[in-house]
């Protein structure tokens, strides 16, 4: 089956960093892959849609600036989540559907980003 | 505004017995319809998929669709404590590359 890594699994890191997360798809390629973000015991919140060689497209109230997505190529996405500070820490979620009509998302591992 | 509605739960119902989880969706030109799967603490995972009215099995899941009451279910028999977590009802509702419209879920507890 089709198969989306992410990476890294977790990070800690001080208020101010910059955090990179990385998406695959291992198997399949995806002009389209999606980034979530779900806070504890809350529902699953997209936050942009990445498509390969152009801009994301975000969703209301998501800061552009401060979320940099990138798709390079048809198994690549990052999100870059710039300057993070503690309210940036959540549980980070990509997702990509293959390329064929009818076809369901499948989900990265996820990356769980804690910003002291 | 195309919506998935779910109820939250949380569900409980005892080991052996069958889970029912429902979803509706208001779009009615939605073509194919999803079960996931998520454990507290890690991503959702596909369990299921139907595109077509009526039932689909799948060991010990059911999906059931009903297009003209806008209406899919899920089953589960033989319900294990290890099936306790939250199922996401998920519809393709616009097509193409436009993202699965999810319901927020419904949590579901076995118990032993």
């Known amino acids: 089956g089709a198969v989306v890594s992410q990476h890294p699994s977790w990070v800690i890191c001080k208020s101010g960093t910059s955090v990179k997360i990385e998406c695959r798809s291992l198997?399949?390629?995806?002009?389209?892959m999606f980034w979530y973000r779900q806070f504890p015991k809350q529902s699953l919140m997209l936050m942009a849609t990445?498509?390969?060689?152009?801009?994301?497209?975000?969703e209301q109230g998501v800061e552009k600036d401060k979320f940099l997505i990138n798709h390079a190529s048809l198994t690549l996405s990052t999100l870059t989540v710039t300057s993070a500070h503690p309210e940036d820490s959540s549980f980070y979620i990509c997702?990509?559907?293959?390329?064929?009509?009818?076809?369901?998302?499948?989900f990265g591992d996820g990356t769980r980003l804690s910003i002291l | 505004q195309k919506e998935v509605e779910q109820n939250s739960g949380p569900l409980s119902v005892p080991e052996g017995a069958i889970a029912s989880l429902n979803c509706t969706y208001s779009?009615?030109?939605?073509?194919?319809f999803f079960w996931y799967r998520q454990y507290s603490g890690k991503s959702p995972e596909l369990i299921m998929f139907?595109?077509?009215?009526g039932d689909k099995e799948d060991g010990r899941f059911t999906a059931q669709l009903n297009k003209a009451s806008q209406y899919v279910s899920l089953l589960i028999r033989d319900s294990q404590p290890s099936d306790s977590a939250t199922y996401l009802c998920?519809?393709?509702?616009?097509?193409?590359?436009?993202?699965?419209?999810f319901g927020k879920g419904t949590r579901l507890s076995v118990i032993a």
């Open positions: 779009d009615r030109g939605s073509q194919s």
């Open positions: 990445s498509n390969e060689g152009s801009k994301a497209t975000y």
């Open positions: 139907i595109y077509s009215n």
């Open positions: 998920a519809v393709n509702i616009q097509g193409g590359n436009t993202p699965l419209v």
């Open positions: 997702s990509a559907r293959e390329q064929l009509t009818n076809q369901p998302q499948h």
């Open positions: 198997d399949f390629q995806a002009t389209t």
